[in-house]
Nanobody, 122 residues
Framework: VQLQASGGGEVQPGGSLRLSCAAS????????MGWFRQAPGKEREFVAA????????YYVDSVRGRFTISRDNAKTTVYLQMNSLKPEDTAVYYC????????????????WGQGTQVTVSS
């Protein structure tokens, strides 16, 4: 299984970015796809997740209403649309995949992609 994250960059507060996670190596039907982030000196934290089959979504409270997770079955790609970005959103963002378990728990995830840096600064 390979997860390739992309789309990070530097934006001003209030700006937007869309992260992509291209998944390959197996069929992901039944899987949960998640986004996590890790700021310098902090633990990696859950951001959002989506079930591949049903499209059920989960968000951490701090991004709910600003971020949207979605997936494109044909492209086996998961997206994280991030709007109204704040300086506290600055972190390395990671995508991950799991066949099951708690969607918001880091320990549930079996596969991880490399990170992509998001910097929100004026």
């Amino acid at each position: 299984v390979q997860l390739q994250a992309s789309g990070g960059g530097e934006v001003q507060p209030g700006g937007s970015l869309r992260l992509s996670c291209a998944a390959s190596g197996r069929t992901f039907s039944g899987y949960v796809m998640g986004w996590f982030r890790q700021a310098p000196g902090k633990e990696r934290e859950f951001v959002a997740a989506i079930t591949w089959s049903a499209g059920s979504t989960y968000y951490v409270d701090s991004v709910r209403g600003r971020f949207t997770i979605s997936r494109d079955n044909a492209k086996t790609t998961v997206y994280l649309q991030m709007n109204s970005l704040k300086p506290e959103d600055t972190a390395v963002y990671y995508c991950a995949a799991t066949p099951g378990g708690n969607p918001s728990a880091r320990y549930s995830y079996r596969y991880w992609g490399q990170g992509t840096q998001v910097t929100v600064s004026s």
